[in-house]
């Protein structure tokens, strides 16, 4: 064992080693000679000998390296890499030694095929707005497009002959399999399918084309006859074929991957395995977890400040902070509420006069635009829907208020753009409203151009329709009918998270401000909103939240943790001072629980007849009964109390309303951990819960979702140097994150880079990934499935199977693993076994029946995206009771709201008893282990002397039937008592 010393403590590090006989989405090449197999297990390419054994690596971990290609010469390989954040197509020589880098740029190139004079590579790129083929000269390096459909087209593969190249195709008209002559050309369909296809390879006579065909029963092998188009299965229908070019020994006999093992065949013969082992080695490395003071009573301030806007004349700034509004005035640091009372007051925005102010509330049940006159102080609601409505925005001549309103289910999805009327008269109870966009994904807020004609906004611009990823840039939105258009002052690069970062045009029309790299930018524009000139940097610091003065010559942001003012023409910067705290609210005097039945947490069975004594926020003792003891009694001799349960991984949102914390502690929810949020939501919601403002779970948070160059979500940052990422772990210690969430197109050695920084000030990290992230010490992975940059996981199969590279890594390095399996089909296959499921009280007192329809409705459009959603999650289960077999660490989590909150964490506990986990096992996932991850389980996850009093009394039994911990009675979050009447009823 060695140790090293680190800036908050001592590191102490071992290895050990793994070794890994099962691959799980791994692709395969034989080399020219027969001699020697490549593979990519796990992002690396590794050589072992045809006829098995143990393998060697070629590239170092941190490329994710995929889908291997022979030279003809069998002296390189090619395959694709994303060593700088984009998939390029590098070769490395079979004896090792440096890769060399072959296309390079903005693009993402994958999936290389070499001709058969080794002249020349093909590929597929997105580099002319879709996936098309793409090829590459090696003597000159001259790049030249093959096909150029709107529809995307991938994995190319040359013909024997060299004379054509096969690829499949998505496009709209006529998807399948084609050809085109290797020099361009007219394109001819081999084979038409609606199917999800891949990994294509011809057979060495030119007279069928190999490739996998995904079905919602089977991933196969199929062949089809160049000459009928007629396709035919290979393999057999319980073979799980994974999605990648296979590649021939003989004329007859082909090497594949399936079922996580390299096999060959023969023609319409058995498949024979070929055995071989990957060695890995692992760290064994611990650091000083950041410490948690949960009884300290002084005051700490406030650092959940969003949406702070100043007035038009730059003296006042209204913002929201523990749940209602506030107007600080420059001069005076003690801002006052201007709202109070259990409702939810947020996203404040100007009148153009500065007289009034547009927000949203739920004090109606859900989230509307309401308007506050600041002269009067009356509230009305000008806007009321069926869905909650969020950012209004004023119009420049002060007439109407734009606005979004959220799908049904508040998604991260989906919202609609309206503007309303503001200046209705008072016998008109409903003002009018104008649907202007529909269907726009996570948006930022809109700014309205100074004429009133065109809106802005920032929005997701994808590379193609094939993934997901793209930028987010300025959306142009004319009201007058013209065409939307993407523009953008830094082309190719993603602004800030989507949300109130801008783009915020200037009342003169001259300029728009945005956030840049974490850094508040102005550029000048026409009138039309197209950047013109050259933009400038206003800030070497982080900046969130521009908002401009009326005389368009000041712009008020947020620096992390203060509110700042620019002069735009100097750049000058102020610091507005402001004083405002919270305080943790902590009980006082002793609370008595009479439990008949103890879970404690740690053993698997109950202690009974007890009572547990509380002290303040903290159990005392734990003793056997005994009547009349001093202090507030709860009779629960005839039910079960257990620890607070923890959700591991959620998103939350304000929009959702005063509603969530009552709906989280309604399902006995006690702590959430959130892994990706705007952090200033983040921690309005912490510190209103904690203060007692609103009833509410403990808040473990991040910011948002750090990612590389191409993002998605509107709360991904998008990482492009090594100062922005300075920048963001900087704010993250400041604004005290419980965790770093790394998100999909971040490289592997920025993801090292922040691990290193983050463990040092004690914070854990997490992200999408296993490998090569477990060697560098990431401490938690999120889904057994989820979102992958490759189109495929390295974690299961599109059957659903994980293997044993999977199950042993995992529970090996110890990473912690939230598997999320009510995400990917738990939720509905156990609403399927329970005719009474949608029946549940808190499901019925939290979720209307739109909100049913739409849930279900979108149950059906993910099975048809993914045919195997439900019909084999089976197998994603015998994937997590693989785990717990194995050793590994899993917590509960769901990735609410995709499933919804609450109800989800009990349907994610189901599905794992339904796997066949004890109920102690998935209740020491959801408590305990839980409590381990996070970092506080010297204070929670258990019910123990000395320990938070976290605690939640049910009926019935819930070690013996999981589904009673369905059956909460009271919670005692923190010493507070809160039965489950009042927590299903509105305050």
């Known amino acids: 064992m060695a140790t090293y010393a680190g800036p908050s403590g001592w590191f102490m590090t071992d290895s050990i080693q793994v070794n890994v006989t099962e691959g799980t989405n791994m692709a395969a090449d034989i080399s020219p000679d027969k001699s020697l197999i490549a593979i990519d297990l796990q992002g690396t390419i590794w050589l072992l000998p045809s006829a098995g054994g143990r393998a060697k690596p070629l590239t170092d971990a941190l490329g994710d390296c995929r889908q291997p290609s022979w030279s003809p010469d069998g002296k390189q390989i090619a395959f694709h890499a994303f060593w700088d954040g984009r998939y390029h197509i590098w070769t490395v020589d079979r004896a090792g030694g440096k890769p060399r880098q072959l296309t390079s740029g903005i693009y993402d190139d994958r999936e290389p095929h070499w001709s058969p004079d080794g002249k020349r590579l093909v590929f597929a790129s997105d580099r002319s707005g879709n996936y098309d083929i793409w090829q590459l000269t090696l003597a000159d390096g001259k790049l030249t497009q093959l096909t150029t459909d709107s529809g995307n087209d991938y994995n190319p593969a040359y013909s024997p002959d060299g004379q054509q190249i096969a690829y499949i195709s998505d496009r709209t008209d006529a998807p399948g399999i084609y050809t085109v002559s290797a020099t361009g050309g007219t394109e001819k369909l081999v084979s038409a399918s609606k199917g ?221 753009l309206y503007t309303a009327d503001v200046t209705y008269t008072a016998d008109v109870t409903v003002p009018t409203t104008r649907k202007i966009h529909e269907s726009l994904f996570v948006p930022s807020q809109v700014s309205w151009s100074p004429d009133g004609k065109t809106l802005a906004v920032s929005a997701l611009h994808p590379y193609s329709s094939r993934y997901r990823e793209g930028v987010s840039e300025v959306l142009l939105i004319s009201l007058d009918g013209k065409n939307d258009r993407y523009v953008s002052p830094a082309p190719g690069h993603s602004l800030g998270t989507r949300g109130k970062n801008g783009p915020v045009w200037s009342p003169d029309g001259t300029q728009m401000a945005y956030v840049l790299d974490g850094l508040l930018w102005v550029t000048a524009v026409a009138p039309d909103g197209t950047p013109t000139g050259k933009p400038r940097q206003l800030t070497t610091e982080q900046a969130e939240v521009p908002s401009w003065t009326a005389d368009s010559r000041k712009l008020v942001y947020l620096a992390t943790d203060e509110l700042k003012q620019v002069t735009v023409a100097t750049g000058q910067t102020e610091t507005i001072p402001m004083d405002l705290t919270w305080q943790s609210k902590i009980p006082t005097g002793q609370l008595v629980i009479h439990a008949g039945n103890l879970f404690d947490g740690r053993s698997n069975s109950y202690i009974r007849n007890v009572d547990i004594l509380v002290q303040g926020n903290r159990i005392k003792a734990i003793l056997p009964h005994q009547a009349n003891r001093p202090g507030t009694f709860i009779d629960a001799s005839t039910k079960t109390v257990i620890p607070g349960l923890f959700e591991m991984h959620t998103h939350q949102h304000s929009m959702t309303g005063e509603k969530m914390g009552r709906l989280w502690l309604s399902y006995g929810i006690t702590s959430v951990r959130e892994p990706g949020a705007d952090p200033y939501d983040a921690l309005e919601r912490k510190e209103s819960w904690a203060s007692g403002i609103r009833p509410g779970p403990r808040q473990f948070f991040t910011g948002g979702l750090t990612d590389g160059t191409r993002i998605y979500y509107g709360a991904a940052t998008s990482i492009n140097s090594d100062e922005q990422l300075d920048r963001e772990l900087t704010r993250a210690v400041r604004l005290g994150y419980d965790l770093i969430k790394t998100y999909v197109r971040m490289p592997d050695a920025m993801q090292q880079r922040i691990t290193a920084f983050a463990h040092a000030n004690g914070i854990p990290v997490s992200s999408h990934e296993i490998f090569p992230a477990m060697r560098y010490d990431v401490d938690a992975v999120e889904h057994i499935g989820g979102t992958s940059r490759r189109g495929y996981s390295p974690k299961i199969t599109a059957m659903n199977k994980s293997y044993q590279d999977v199950i042993q890594l995992i529970a090996r390095s110890g990473m912690n693993i939230t598997p999320t399996a009510s995400l990917q089909g738990g939720f509905f296959s156990m609403a399927a076994k329970d005719p009474a499921f949608y029946e549940n009280r808190q499901y019925k007192a939290f979720y209307s029946e739109d909100y049913s329809n739409a849930l279900q409705a979108g149950a059906a459009q993910m099975a048809k995206i993914n045919p195997g959603y439900l019909a084999n999650f089976g197998k994603l289960q015998q994937g997590v009771k693989a785990l717990i077999d194995a050793g590994a660490h899993m917590t509960t989590g769901t990735d609410s709201p995709f499933v919804p909150y609450g109800y989800s964490l009990h349907t994610e506990l189901q599905s794992f008893v339904d796997a066949g986990l004890s109920p102690y096992q998935a209740l020491r996932c959801a408590t305990l282990w839980a409590a381990e991850t996070v970092g506080v389980s010297n204070d929670l996850g258990s019910v123990e002397p000395g320990k938070l009093a976290d605690l939640v009394i049910v009926d019935g039994d819930p070690l013996g039937n999981i589904r009673d911990a369905l059956n909460v009675d009271q919670v005692i979050r923190n010493g507070d008592v809160l039965p489950i009447a009042q927590l299903l009823s509105r305050p």
């Open 196 to 416: 999800k296809l891949a990994g294509l390879a011809w057979q060495p006579d030119g007279s069928h084309l190999f490739y996998n065909a995904l079905t919602r029963s089977q991933s196969g092998l199929e062949k089809v006859s160049l000459a009928t188009g007629q396709p035919a299965l290979q393999t057999a229908p319980a073979e799980d074929v994974f999605p990648f070019r296979l590649s021939w020994f003989s004329a007859n006999e082909y090497l594949y991957t399936a079922d996580g093992l390299l096999k060959r065949r023969k023609l319409d013969g058995p498949a024979l395995p070929i055995p071989f082992q990957v060695v890995i080695t692992l760290p064994r490395t611990s650091y000083k977890r950041k410490t948690y003071d949960f009884d300290a009573p002084k005051p700490q301030p406030v650092k959940g400040i969003k949406g702070p806007a100043v007035s038009p004349d730059g003296n006042q700034i209204a913002f929201a902070a523990l749940g209602d509004l506030w107007l600080l005035t420059k001069g005076n640091k003690k801002p006052h509420a201007l709202t109070s009372g259990p409702a939810i007051d947020v996203e404040p925005s100007w009148s153009p006069d500065g007289t009034k102010l547009a927000y949203v509330s739920d004090r109606n049940g859900s989230m509307d635009v309401w308007i506050r006159d600041l002269k009067t102080g009356t509230d009305r609601c000008l806007v009321d829907m069926a869905d909650d409505l969020y950012y209004p925005t004023w119009s420049p001549d002060g007439s109407k208020v734009a606005f979004y309103q959220a799908d049904p289910r508040n998604a991260w999805g989906r919202s609609t």
